[in-house]
């Protein structure tokens, strides 16, 4: 089993950053097996969307609106994921979760993933 928890969300006004962590944890076997790890974010009222996702090996992947103002990224070492949010819009307001699958593909859905975190509020007023 892995543990995702989420950390780094809060309010934000337009323009502005904020970088979000997710730190894996759990049985050693699982972990050392995780192949793509990705973020979705669920805004009010709407269906939760694919974000981001980084492979093990360092590849990258963005949902169009955030391409060029968001960066995923890895730390092997500690187990976490990143996500440096730049130039945030008040449409990027919502809940964002982490994810953690085995399998490679498809990555932007989310029954590929079977680990997911409790989630942490991004706000971004106008």
């Known amino acids: 089993q892995v543990q995702l928890v989420e950390s780094g969300g809060g309010l934000v006004q337009a323009g502005g950053s904020l970088r979000l962590s997710c730190a894996a944890s759990?049985?050693?076997?699982?972990?050392?097996?995780?192949?793509?790890m990705g973020w979705y974010r669920q805004a009010p009222g709407k269906q939760r969307e694919w974000v981001a996702s980084?492979?093990?090996?360092?590849?990258?992947n963005y949902a169009g609106s955030v391409k060029g103002r968001f960066t995923i990224s890895g730390d092997n070492a500690k187990n976490t994921v990143y996500l440096q949010m730049n130039s945030l819009e008040p449409e990027d307001t919502g809940v964002y979760s982490c994810?953690?699958?085995?399998?490679?593909?498809?990555?932007?859905?989310?029954?590929?993933?079977?680990?997911w975190g409790q989630g942490t509020q991004v706000t971004v007023s106008s």
């Open positions: 980084i492979t093990r090996g360092g590849t990258t």
């Open positions: 994810a953690a699958t085995h399998t490679a593909f498809p990555i932007t859905s989310q029954n590929n993933y079977p680990y």
């Open positions: 759990g049985s050693i076997f699982s972990i050392v097996s995780i192949y793509v």
